[in-house]
């Protein structure tokens, strides 16, 4: 406790007209926040000013980042400033790092008015990466659209923000801290915590880690390998699954966080996580994983390096779910996916009679459906996959489907019967494809888009028959997604372009926001196929026509003046059926 109160001052400032947050935030390159004057400062303040004072006076905030450059220097500064905004109580994980996970887990936990994440997610980091901040609210999950587009509008106005300069927080001392400020009644509490702990309990109170254990680390151990690609997750890998659950200590790689992320790209796909690729191509280990900068995204690799799809992950869980005890005592309310996410979730919803929500991408539509227990397993097309109560927690999707391979390994031993009866049950497969074009000139894509939707709504459009070599594909539907949200009426519309074929294929385009520079177009296609032996061929192959089709119709090379997306930028994705088949394979070999 200081002995003098520390003075709280206004400082005045001018707006940005650019801080209008995108789908996880707002998101910038690295030297946009360290050379424009005062901008992380206005947005921290048109934070704080979007919460009515009344409801900030003395309430607790939680706040912590993946470790990128910048993170700690924007930790200490977020203390300072809630300080002076009448904020009681700050939650930090131990040296400024808490998963994306973590922050909605304790914001659950202690009852907060939300939670402050600084991280750029899978983007790069350093000084010459990106940088990114969030704001999550009461429930965990990311704030909704009526909030984030209240901040922008505060950040295009603000002429002032307060600050407390003279606070020092020691960030790496797990325990409390007492500061005495003037004009205030109460001291202002600083609570660092384990960034682990609180995570790492809210998994032992849901799945049964005595099992966990005896299947990584018993006599018929399932070897894994899961790279954290020097992001916040390394941690707790190291922590739960090594240390507490017994996976041998070269299970897990990269799990030191680094501010750069080692000079790699911590985005969990075939292409960044190449090393863990070759290794599990080795088949040395039966299981490996990947995970993103903060935590909210991950990829699941089987051994030989199969790969699992996003999509399919949510429906192997899915469409094991009345057998995993989690489910079994809180009941199965509803499934849910995000547009651009195949339709894999939607055949075992169908299967299940289990309730189906498609939500444009963004886990804030999720939240809303689990606060109003609507909800209880969702999933999205960029590797992140969640469930009721507890939103944007890949490392559960790791535990859900470590406890489906446990379950898989029990039916097996019990009745091969079973299993054939199980792999029949969802006779199609699934063909998916992403195309992803970063960096391209926002006026140019714009206008694709915009012309693209004027072709699509022309009356004669819906019907017209599309071909590319001796395929052809009959308009179904087209439209600009849009979603009308269930729970509290509101409409978000320009979503996404849809083309639906009458076979059930499909053509997204849609414009992302968790860039930081310029527009990011991507390109979705699936398509479903009935042939068992023909899903495990190249998507790309076997999407070639429709591939053909969305190219042309949408001119997009010629408009971006691009050939093509990256290699990097290029996703492939096999069936459901597939990952069932491997599952089986895995523990009858």
């Not at 930790?75 to 996970?101: D, F, H, K």
């Not at 097996?412 to 960096?439: F, H, M, P, Q, R």
Request: proline share 5%; charged share 20%; hydrophobic share 40%.
């Amino acid at each position: 406790m200081e002995n003098a109160p520390l003075p709280l001052l206004t400082v005045p400032t001018a707006p940005y007209s650019d801080q209008r947050p995108g789908t996880s935030g707002l998101r910038r390159k690295t030297f946009h926040f360290e050379s424009k004057l005062n901008y992380l400062q206005n947005f921290i303040q048109s934070i704080f000013f979007s919460i009515d004072l009344r409801d900030r006076q003395g309430a607790s905030l939680v706040v912590g980042g993946d470790g990128r450059y910048l993170n700690k220097s924007a930790v200490e500064l977020i203390v300072q400033m809630a300080a002076a905004n009448g904020i009681g109580r700050l939650v930090i994980g131990q040296n400024g790092i808490l998963s994306t996970p973590a922050v909605s887990c304790i914001i659950r936990k202690i009852k907060a008015i939300g939670g402050i994440i600084l991280t750029a997610s899978h983007n790069p980091g350093g000084p010459s990466g990106d940088f990114g901040i969030k704001f999550n609210i009461a429930n965990g999950g990311p704030a909704p659209e009526a909030i984030t587009d209240k901040i922008f509008q505060i950040s295009k106005k603000i002429e002032e923000y307060a600050i407390c300069p003279d606070l020092q927080v020691d960030l790496g001392t797990i325990g409390k801290q007492q500061f005495d400020l003037e004009n205030k009644f109460k001291p202002f509490t600083v609570e660092i915590v384990d960034s682990v702990e609180a995570y790492a309990n809210m998994l032992r109170n849901i799945f049964d880690f005595n099992a966990l254990k005896e299947l990584l680390s018993g006599k018929n151990q399932l070897k894994i390998r899961i790279d954290a690609m020097h992001g916040v997750v390394g941690p707790y890998v190291k922590k739960i699954l090594c240390e507490e659950l017994g996976a041998p200590a070269n299970s897990a790689v990269n799990c030191t966080p680094l501010e750069d992320f080692g000079g790699h790209h911590p985005d969990p796909n075939l292409t960044y996580a190449a090393d863990l690729v070759q290794t599990m191509k080795t088949g040395e280990y039966d299981f490996g994983a990947a995970f993103d900068g903060d935590g909210d995204r991950n990829m699941i690799l089987g051994k030989h390096g199969f790969f699992v799809n996003p999509s399919d992950s949510v429906a192997v869980i899915a469409a094991n779910i009345f057998s995993i005890l989690y489910f079994q005592q809180t009941g199965v309310r509803g499934l849910a996916r995000s547009m651009p996410t195949s339709g894999a979730l939607d055949r075992v919803a169908q299967a299940t009679k289990i309730a189906l929500y498609e939500t444009p991408t963004g886990w804030k539509f999720f939240g809303n459906l689990m606060d109003a227990n609507k909800l209880s397993l969702c999933g999205e097309e960029s590797f992140g996959t969640g469930k009721s109560a507890f939103p944007i927690s890949p490392m559960m999707v790791l535990f859900l489907l470590l406890d489906v391979c446990s379950l898989e390994l029990g039916i097996y031993l019990s009745s091969a019967a079973v299993n054939t009866c199980k792999i029949l049950k969802y006779k199609k497969g699934l063909e998916e494809l992403e195309y992803d074009y970063e960096e391209v000139d926002a006026d140019a894509a714009n206008k694709m888009m915009k012309d693209l939707e004027a072709v699509m709504f022309e009356r004669s459009f819906v019907g017209k028959q599309l071909s590319a070599g001796d395929k052809v594909y009959t308009v179904e539907k087209a439209d600009n997604f849009e979603y009308n949200d269930p729970v509290d009426g509101s409409v978000s519309r320009n979503q996404g372009l849809r083309l639906i074929f009458s076979d059930g294929s499909r053509i997204i385009f849609r414009l992302s926001g968790t860039g930081s520079a310029g527009a990011t177009v991507r390109l979705y296609i699936d398509s479903y196929e009935k042939d068992a032996q023909k899903i495990n061929q190249d998507p790309q192959v076997m999407l070639a026509p429709l591939i053909s089709i969305a190219l042309k119709l949408s001119q997009l090379h010629e408009r971006t003046g691009r050939s093509g997306p990256f290699p990097c930028q290029i996703v492939t994705k096999r069936g459901m059926l597939v990952f069932s088949l491997y599952l089986r394979t895995l523990f009858c070999c």
